[in-house]
């Protein structure tokens, strides 16, 4: 909640929870982003985050809750805050051209919070996705990973990479 008044969302967890159970209970797939790594952030407010977006997964097979990292666009208070300490903006065309909008984190995010983000989002699609009787051992060990926040050592992660290349 702190973090979704931080960003000036006129929204409360509660009012979230309460529709998507409306939205459960009725059937109606829905997509709830979420985004971390603000310059200010702490790693208790990105671990809250991650605890909100497990517990809507576990909600619904038919919920999705993709994790995005902060980008700083003109034009915003919270990037006139990232400027006024320290963060350069892309200055040219060329320059904007190549920024990436999607896949990398802040340079505020330490490497750590960013590779327990994308593990974290790795098992968490798998953990409450529509269950599969072949499907099933890396499921339960997935949402067993996500229930005690373990993402060290994910073979699974490298297996299912190798024989599912991302594309």
Excluded: N
């Excluded at 998507?20 to 997509?31: D, F, P, S, T, Y």
């Excluded at 003109?74 to 990037?79: I, N, Q, R, V, Y």
């Excluded at 999607?102 to 983000?117: M, Y």
């Amino acid at each position: 909640q702190e973090m979704i008044e931080h960003i000036k969302k006129d929204i409360t967890l509660e009012q979230v929870f309460v529709c998507a159970e409306r939205c459960r209970r009725h059937g109606v797939k829905v997509i709830f982003p979420f985004i971390v790594g603000f310059p200010d952030e702490t790693e208790a407010s990105i671990r809250a985050s991650l605890d909100v977006a497990k517990r809507l997964r576990a909600m619904s097979p038919d919920f999705e809750t993709p994790i995005f990292y902060f980008k700083p666009y003109p034009g915003s208070p919270l990037t006139d805050d990232a400027v006024r300490d320290g963060y350069t903006l892309p200055r040219t065309l060329d320059e904007w051209a190549r920024f990436d909008f999607i896949g990398s984190a802040g340079p505020w995010v330490t490497p750590e919070v960013h590779r327990r983000v994308e593990r974290f989002k790795f098992y968490q699609r798998i953990a409450w996705s529509r269950p599969a009787p072949l499907r099933a051992p890396l499921q339960a060990l997935a949402r067993w990973r996500c229930q005690h926040d373990v993402y060290t050592l994910p073979i699974e992660k490298a297996v299912v990479q190798r024989l599912r290349p991302p594309t």
